[in-house]
């Protein structure tokens, strides 16, 4: 294999040599090694494992708070760090569409990327948007949201959310 610079702390391939993915993909995934993949002088990419990612991203909590919201009954969740919510007749509603929006956001941030990364407002959501997109499923991302899935109480549809009043 083609290793540009001997000195650099990852490794790093040229974009031809990167074509044949498969052994660059066993370094990054099963080795966990990541790789630097160069075209030209100035453009790299960086080919990582998901699980690497998930580690590097995890002191990126998400907070989710349920507000009672007494007049009309029902609850909405919102997640600050996204300044996103959903209502819901009940907590379990309120959920599911939670779910949808996040997911449409996540979508909707990576398209607008160019847009948003020089809005500082967006800028700071980077890394709880890439976190949230690694989710497999639904899960997942519940248990990004709001705790550990297997832990949560599917009536109230959390296991750690913060009650504001």
Known sequence: ???????????????????????????????EQPVMIVRGRNERGLLLSRDRQLRLLDVYTLHVDVIPEDEVGGFTLWVRELNLGEYGSTLLIAREQLLDSVRSYVRYYFQNWDLFRHLPDKATQEPYVYRLSLAKDDDELIGLLFGDAKNADPSTGSAAVAVAG
Request: glycine share 0%; hydrophobic share 45%; net charge negative.
């Open 1 to 31: 294999m083609d290793v540009l610079n001997e000195d650099a702390m990852i490794k790093e391939v040229n974009l031809t040599t990167a074509r044949n993915l498969s052994p660059l993909f066993d370094d990054a995934v099963r080795k």
